[in-house]
């Protein structure tokens, strides 16, 4: 996915040039994965879990929300590249991919932007 | 707006910790509004302009849209703090609220991050 980048991927042109259709059209998924507060939310527990993945057996009980509604939901933020599953045995495991959040990240920071930078830990710091 | 902050207003949490209720749905009425194609270019031609503001004529002949559904996705991108307008005249003129995109920047930054931190531009550049 493009998500807005350059031929190189690695320059933000959101704020800094006019967004051509095409790449706006990527991107726009992607926001739209995001901008539900239930999407919001599991993606901040599977993003913020210790172990870097969590079974869907520990997401439902955060929710008031029935199995195929959440299940809808995570399907939607994997669809859009901000989380990736794997099953095992009779369990669904879900862990972020932090790569989609990050060029989203970069995508929003303007030229002249500080407060990325500024919160973001030292570069070579892994996730 | 809160936009996922914490009390200080400076730590992003969508990455870091689970995201409350509340903070999701202030959250996510900010990505709902750059989730759709239309709105993410009128952003990106309202943020790269050099003047630092444009003119709503000068907007809309970039679009094969009316000019009402111009008006509404301005409307939308406004209600989600993403830019300001002022009438001035005639006709009403657009800047970015950069402080909005700077803050999700810092939301989708990760405590792993090096993307968003390696293309900003360093600290102290004001927009």
Chains 1, 2 share one sequence.
């Not at 059209?25 to 919001?40: E, H, Q, S, T």
């Not at 901040?44 to 439902?60: F, K, N, P, Q, W």
């Not at 509604?69 to 991919?97: C, D, F, M, N």
Request: proline content about 6%; glycine content about 8%.
């Amino acid at each position: 996915m493009v998500l807005g980048q350059d031929a190189e991927g690695c320059c933000p042109t959101l704020l800094s040039a006019p967004m051509s259709e095409e790449q706006a059209v990527d991107l726009a998924k992607v926001f739209k994965a995001l901008g539900d507060p239930v999407r919001l939310r599991l993606l901040s527990i599977i993003a913020s879990r210790a172990g870097g993945e969590i079974c869907v057996c520990d997401l439902t009980p955060a929710f008031d929300l029935s199995q195929p509604t959440i299940s809808h939901h995570l399907k939607l933020l994997k669809q859009a590249g901000l989380i990736a599953s794997e099953r095992r045995g009779t369990w669904v495991y879900y862990r972020p991919l932090t790569e989609t959040t990050d060029k989203l990240a970069a995508v929003l920071t303007g030229p002249g932007s500080v407060v990325a930078a500024a919160s973001a830990e030292p570069a070579g710091a892994a996730s």
